[in-house]
C-alpha cells in the first residue's frame, strides 16, 4: 500500500477454431548474438519462437499513450533538461500535482499545508514544461480537502483564461486509502469516507467542472483488481470499492484511473507479475460493461501510476528498466489509453547493487541528486534504467499505430508488436534473463517481410543509449541478449500491405446479447468495402473467423453460454485484401433467461488476494433433484479453493466440481428449495466471478 514520507526534506513514495486466414512465413533462426561493444562472447543461449500476427489487433497508439508523474515537492520539476528528455522519450501525458499530495493540494495560492511545496512548481510552470515537452497534462483535482467549486475554477482558469486545452481531469488521487478500511495514507477531510459518498461527490465535481468547459473528461478512482482493498466490503456497503463507485458513476465519467505497484522481494519477481496485468484490466473493464453497459464503450481505462515495489530498492536498476517497457506495453495492450510512471524524480532511497550497477532506491526516471548516507546519486537529470526502458517504445511505435497480437514460446523472452502506419512491423523483445541470452525464431501471420536486414535497436549491457546495431540479424530471427531491450523492424514485401484502398473500420460495440448470441456494429471503414470479417482472439496469436457482413453490423451465433470474446472488425476490398484490424472489443455471453435451474455466487468479503463466497442453487424444473452436482470454471488462472463448506468441492486446474452434502441433497421442484454452499478462495491477481454454472449439466439462469 503507498504511503508518503519526507526524506531530506522531499516527499516520496515508498516503493510499493479456424486460423485466420493469412500469409504464414516461417524461417529458420540464423545469425549470430548482437554484441555490445567490447563484449567478449555471448553466454549460452536458449531458443524461443515468437509469433506476430498482423491481422490481430490490440488497440490503436494514442497521443497519451505514454505518460509520467511530476510532483509539487520536486525543485526539478521544470528544469529544461526534463522537456528535453521527456520529448526524446515520446511522453504524451504528464500528470500533477504529484500523488497523494493531490489531495492537500490549492491550485490557487500554491500551497499543501503540512507538505513541502518546491519553488517554481506552479500550474503555470507545469504547462511550461508540458508545452515544451509536446505532452498534455493529466491533472488530479483535489478530493480529500477541495470542493467542487475549487475544481470548477481551476476548470475555468486552466481552459478558459489560459486556454491550455486541459482534457483530462482525475477527482482526487487513491481515496480508496482514506482509512476507511483500515490503513490510511490518503487525505480525506469527508465526514464521509465511503465509497458511495466518494461516488456522490464524482457526480457533483463532474457537473461543476463540465459546467466551465463539457469538452473535459472526467475520471474516477478505481482499484486495481486482485490488490487491496480490492474485495473488501465494509459493513452496510453493496460490494466493495469499485463496486459501489461504478454503480453511481458508470454513466457520468469518462475514464477510470488505477494504479499498479506489483510486489515482490525482487525485480524479476516484478517482471513475473506483469503476466497478471492483462486479467486485472480485463476485470476492469469487465465491471464498466456490467454497470456502464453501453456507455463502457465510451469510458476509458487510465493506469496513472504504476512501478514496482519491492521495497525500497531494486528501482534503479537495469531490471526495472525491462519493467517499464514490458510493464507499459502490456497495459496499453489491454485497453490502457495513458500509462503513467511513477515518477519523473523521487529521491534516493535503499542502496543496493543490482546486477553489478549501484541501485539508489529511487522510484524517479531521472536522478534527484539527492543522498543516502555517504551514497549519491548521479547529477542531476541523469536518466536511469526504467527511463530507457520508456525511451525504447519510441522504437516500436508512434501515436497512431496499431498494436498487434503477439507470442513467444519462451516465459523469459516477452513480446511486443506493432505495424507502423508506412506497413513496417516493429517487434520488441524483451530478455528477463541475466544469465542467458535467447535466440528467437521469429515467424508471421498476416506479414511477410521484405528482403534484406531488418533495423535493429537496442539497449542492453554496455549501452548508455537506445542502440542501432548492425549485423547478426536477418527477418526470421536473432539472438538478444541477457537482460536487455531490442526492437527489430522490418519493411513489408511489395504488394503485400494491408489494403490501401479501404479504411481501418470503427472499433466494434455491442448492441445486444443473449446468452447464445451477440450483435456488433461499427464504424465503416473508408473507400470500397465488398464485406467486413469480424474475427476472434484466441489464445496466443491465433485467431478465428466468427462471422461476415456486407454492411456494418453482425450477429454472432451459436456462442457459448457465459463466454469471453476478443474481436476485431476488418475490411475487405474487392480484390480480397483485408484493412488493418480495428480497435478489438471484449465482450461476455449471458447466460438462459429461461432454465431449469439458477444459481447466485456472491462475494461476500475479500482481502486483495483472497476471499469468502456464498453459493445459491435452485432447481426450477417440474421434478424434484435428490444429489445433485454443480460445475464451474474460473476465469482466472490464479484462483482456487482453499477450504468449503455445506457441500464437497474438488478442482482440477480451473474446473470446480461441487456434489451435495451426504444424505442433504434434495432440491425440491418449481424453486420449492434452494441449497447453499460456501468456500474460501484463493485469488492471485484479478478474481472475477465464473460466468456459467451447470446444475447436472444442464446450464444455469443466474447471477
Partial sequence: MPSLHTTSGRPRRLARTAAVAAVLAVLPFAGPALAADGAGTAPPAADATVTVNARSGLGTIGDAARGVNAAIWDSHMNDPEVATLMQSAGVGAMRYPGGSYSDIYHWKDHTAPGGYVAPGTGFDDFMGTVKATGAQPVIIANYGSGTPEEAADWVRYANVTKKYGAKYWEIGNEIYGNGYYGSGWETDNHADKSPAEYGRQVLAYAAAMKAVDPTVKIGAVLTMPGNWPDGVINGGDIGDWNHTVLSIVAHHVDFVSVHWYPSGGSADDALTKVAQLPGELREVRSQLNQYAGADSAHIGIAMTEVNTN????????????????????????????????????????????????????????????????????????????????????????????????????????????????????????????????????????????????????????????????????????????????????????????????????????????????????????????????????????????????????????????????????????????????????????????????????????????????????????????????????????????????????????????????????????????????????????????PTVFRLNGAVCSGS
Avoid at 316 to 321: D, V
Avoid at 456 to 476: F, K
Avoid at 587 to 601: F, K, N
Avoid at 651 to 673: D, F, R
Fill in 310 to 689: 519491492t521495497g525500497g530498492a531494486l528501482l534503479t536498476g537495469r531490471p526495472n528498466g525491462l519493467f517499464t517497457a514490458d510493464a507499459m506495453m502490456t497495459a496499453l495492450e489491454n485497453g490502457v489509453f495513458t500509462v503513467d510512471w511513477w515518477d519523473t524524480h523521487n529521491g534516493a532511497g535503499d542502496i543496493r547493487t543490482v546486477d553489478g550497477e549501484t541501485d539508489y532506491g529511487d522510484m524517479g526516471m531521472l536522478s534527484s541528486e539527492t543522498c543516502t548516507g555517504t551514497v549519491c546519486e548521479p547529477a542531476a537529470n541523469t536518466p536511469f534504467h526504467p527511463y530507457y526502458g520508456l525511451k525504447m517504445l519510441t522504437a516500436l511505435g508512434a501515436t497512431g499505430d496499431t498494436m498487434v497480437a503477439s507470442a513467444s514460446s519462451d516465459r523469459q523472452v516477452s513480446v511486443h508488436a506493432v505495424q507502423r502506419a508506412n506497413g513496417d512491423l516493429s517487434v520488441l523483445l524483451v530478455n528477463k534473463d541475466p544469465n542467458a541470452a535467447h535466440s528467437v525464431d521469429l515467424r508471421y501471420n498476416g506479414f511477410t517481410p521484405a528482403a534484406g536486414a531488418p533495423q535493429v535497436q537496442r539497449y542492453g549491457r554496455g549501452d548508455s543509449d537506445i542502440t542501432t546495431v548492425s549485423g547478426g540479424a536477418t527477418a526470421s530471427g536473432l539472438t538478444v541478449e541477457p537482460y536487455s531491450l531490442t526492437t527489430v523492424t522490418l519493411h513489408p514485401k511489395s504488394g503485400t500491405t494491408p489494403s490501401a484502398v479501404t479504411g481501418t473500420p470503427g472499433a466494434p460495440t455491442l448492441t445486444a446479447v443473449t446468452d447464445t448470441t451477440a450483435t456488433l456494429s461499427w464504424a465503416a471503414g473508408g473507400g470500397p468495402v465488398t464485406r467486413y470479417q469480424v474475427y476472434e482472439q484466441l489464445s496466443g496469436v491465433n485467431a478465428q473467423l466468427l462471422g461476415e457482413s456486407s454492411g456494418t453490423s453482425v450477429t454472432l451465433r451459436n456462442l457459448p453460454p457465459g463466454s469471453t470474446h476478443t474481436v476485431n472488425v476488418l475490411a475487405m476490398d474487392s480484390a480480397g485484401r483485408l484493412s488493418r484490424p480495428s480497435d478489438p472489443l471484449l465482450l461476455t455471453t449471458g447466460t438462459p433467461q429461461h432454465s431449469s435451474c439458477a444459481v447466485t455466487y456472491h462475494v461476500d468479503s475479500g482481502w486483495g488476494n483472497g476471499f469468502v463466497a456464498t453459493v445459491n442453487v435452485t432447481n426450477l424444473a417440474d421434478t424434484a433433484i435428490n444429489g445433485w452436482s454443480l460445475d464451474f470454471d474460473w476465469p482466472s488462472a490464479g484462483q482456487s479453493i482453499d477450504s468449503s463448506w455445506n457441500a464437497t468441492v474438488t478442482a482440477s486446474g480451473s474446473h470446480v466440481h461441487v456434489t451435495s452434502p451426504a444424505g442433504n441433497g434434495v432440491l425440491a421442484a418449481n424453486g420449492g428449495s434452494t441449497a447453499s454452499f460456501g468456500f474460501v478462495g484463493i485469488n492471485d491477481g484479478a478474481n472475477p466471478s
